[in-house]
């Protein structure tokens, strides 16, 4: 290895100081262009030097061209420092003029407000009395809407309610006031509500049947009560404005009155029942148990699958079935027996007035034919043997009387077992459940309650019956115990003759 001359440890200081130079410009100027957006390219050449006159001249060259890329670098700076600062004197500007606006505005918004004032002094002044009359007014505009709203003649005058909620509206804003012919409006609307609540018109309009069909149906507006068809009444619903037909008509009397108003003349009058609460008694009434519900359907244990007995769907239970198939048991034989004991009657009638022919067809002309046939006979005889047909005739005569009796008396019976077995019922719902519900109740209370009238319902007309029945036989039973005494006495005063 060569040793390095005296001169060559300064030029080599040199040349390292401007090589850690030119690297640090170079990065320092690289963070300057990524800072500046700017990439400038220096093309330097790499050469390898020979000697320290070719390394100076190196380095002189880098330098001048290191220098011109600095000068670049600089002025570009520069006019981008300019253009900065133009941009901030435009803020500058743009600021102060936004400021000026603002403080114009808030001196307006300061002169509208006193101004405002003002006016609504002025306003105050000039409506006096007025403003009491139009909050008034809005008022009765709100409370107008809600009863023309619920009201059924809204079905034949429709779209009332839109002019009204916004006179309301208008007036709740105090900006605006109504004007005199928008209150005639309103007076005019409120005088024919009250002139059409006395009214009976018939009008079209669509009802909805309970199978979702709707059709044009001309109906009958009773005033602001009822709405009727041609097959009774009809619910209007207040929610959505609708007429529909009910589910089911109330009882013969009320959907009676209803047809015979839709069928009655011009000038006619015809009684009716008014629902004075717009629908709310006639959808109670339709709720109602039907006669059929409280006694029950002749298929109703076929139906309920609970029991094979008839009726058995009723209020009665089974009970009640009972108490009603004994009823007609005891009214059907009471019925045989009325009718088989008047031509009985009328049979033996006629054989009282014929004695002398016998018949085989009433109880008196086979008595007579007894006699016919015993004729030789003692009077004693004679006596024991139509004593013994007129006993014959009894069972003919008395036949099913005592079951119709039993059954008159039993009937009561049963419904007072009906009943302690409903109050049994309802004594348990409530050890279960509480009286807090009444609901739970009424199912016994409604056994107790039906088998009681069940019962009555039989007891009644089977005691009349066997009253009657038994009246009818005891007639039939005199004229054969009458007839066969002076028939025996007509055969002893002959004997007396015979053995005079």
């Not at 085989?360 to 139509?386: C, F, S, W």
Request: aromatic share 6%.
């Amino acid at each position: 290895m060569k040793k390095l001359s005296k001169f060559s440890f300064p030029l080599l200081c040199l040349l390292v100081g401007g090589l850690t130079f030119g690297f640090s410009a170079n990065a320092q100027d690289a963070e300057e262009g990524a800072e500046s957006n700017v990439n400038l390219e220096v093309g330097l050449d790499i050469t390898e030097s020979t000697s320290l006159e070719d390394l100076l001249q190196i380095i002189e060259e880098r330098r001048i061209v290191e220098n011109e890329a600095h000068r670049a670098r600089e002025r570009q700076f520069q006019s981008s420092r300019d253009q900065q600062q133009t941009l901030l004197n435009e803020a500058i500007a743009e600021e102060r003029r936004e400021r000026e606006r603002s403080e114009r505005l808030n001196t307006r918004y300061e002169n509208n407000e006193t101004t405002m004032g003002d006016q609504q002094e002025i306003l105050d002044a000039r409506l006096g009395s007025l403003r009491e009359l139009f909050g008034v007014l809005s008022t009765v505009a709100g409370d107008t809407r809600g009863v023309f709203e619920g009201s059924i003649v809204s079905v034949e005058y429709p779209d009332r309610g839109q002019f009204l909620g916004d006179l309301a509206a208008k007036m709740g804003t105090a900006v605006q006031l109504a004007t005199i012919e928008e209150m005639e409006d309103l007076w005019i609307m409120l005088q024919r509500q009250m002139n059409e609540t006395g009214k009976l018109t018939r009008f079209e309009s669509e009802v909805e049947y309970t199978g979702g069909i709707r059709q044009d149906t001309e109906v009958i507006r009773v005033g602001d009560f009822n709405l009727i068809s041609s097959d009774g009444y009809l619910n209007y619903d207040i929610n959505v404005g609708e007429v529909r037909e009910l589910a089911r008509q109330p009882s013969a009397e009320f959907a009676g009155s209803a047809r015979d108003l839709y069928s009655a003349d011009p000038g006619e009058v015809v009684p009716f029942a008014i629902d004075p609460t717009r629908g709310g008694v006639l959808s109670l009434e339709i709720q109602k148990a039907t006669l059929g519900q409280m006694v029950g359907s002749p298929f109703g244990g076929i139906a309920t699958g609970s029991c094979y007995l008839p009726f058995c769907d009723g209020q009665g239970g089974m009970v009640g079935s009972i108490i009603i198939l004994v009823g007609f048991i005891g009214v059907i034989l009471a019925i045989e027996r009325m009718i088989t004991l008047s031509i009985m009657t009328a049979k033996v009638k006629k054989q009282k007035n014929n004695p002398a022919e016998s018949s085989e067809g009433n109880p008196l002309g086979r008595i007579i034919g007894v006699y016919h046939a015993n004729r030789e006979i003692d009077t004693e005889t004679l006596q024991l043997k139509m004593g013994e047909a007129v006993l014959l005739e009894l069972p003919r005569i008395t036949r099913n009387i005592t079951i119709v009796q039993v059954i008159s008396v039993v009937a009561p019976l049963m419904g007072l077992l009906g009943t302690v077995i409903g109050m049994i019922q309802t004594f348990q719902a409530i050890t279960l459940y509480g009286t807090g519900d009444p609901k739970i109740m009424a199912s016994g209370i409604s056994t107790a309650l039906m088998t009681t009238v069940l019962g009555l319902c039989v007891a009644i007309p089977t005691v009349l019956l066997h009253a009657l029945v038994h009246q009818q036989s005891l007639g039939v039973i005199h004229v054969l115990d009458e007839q066969s005494e002076g028939i025996i006495a007509q055969h002893a005063e002959e004997s007396g003759n015979k053995l005079d």
